[in-house]
């Protein structure tokens, strides 16, 4: 998929949904939180990992929350990295994102290099640095609250 951003033509990737699932329990007039899985990959593992909170008397309460990343990656060249020394600059985060960051991929090579100052040190290591591709991506990663009726049948 592409998208435009500030008029540049960029490739969005959508990562698969992944989901955590959290149990909470009641303490006096207090409801404290117990427990939160992992990410978990498969709607079966939320299921029964919310069947399991579910059969605990204790449990008050339990939350479903869904994960989803977007990558944005525009192709760029080697001037339009940071200088020597300075840092990626920073992402300001949508309203749902629970993170977001900057970072450099390099075509058939690294896939997460943090500053210009890695990209250009990997470069040095290649015979022909100037034919590579380089993308500046940006990533976002959010987080909603769902129901198990939102999750999707067979994952």
Do not use: K, N
């Amino acid at each position: 998929m592409t998208a435009t951003l500030d008029g540049a033509e960029v490739a969005v990737e959508r990562g698969r949904p992944r989901w955590s699932v959290s149990s909470f329990r009641r303490h006096g007039d207090a409801e404290l939180h117990e427990y939160t899985t992992h990410r978990l990959d498969s709607a079966h593992g939320v299921r029964e990992h919310h069947r399991l909170a579910g059969e605990r008397p204790w449990v008050s309460r339990i939350e479903i929350t869904e994960f989803t990343s977007e990558v944005w990656r525009r192709a760029i060249s080697v001037g339009q990295l940071p200088g020597p020394g300075r840092l990626t600059a920073t992402v300001d985060a949508p309203q749902q994102a629970v993170q977001a960051r900057r970072f450099f991929a390099v075509e058939a090579g690294p896939q997460d290099l943090p500053t210009g100052d890695a990209v250009r040190a990997y470069l040095a290591w290649l015979p022909c640095p100037q034919a590579v591709p380089l993308w500046e991506c940006t990533e976002v990663l959010s987080a909603r609250p769902v129901s198990l009726d939102d999750l999707p049948l067979d994952t």
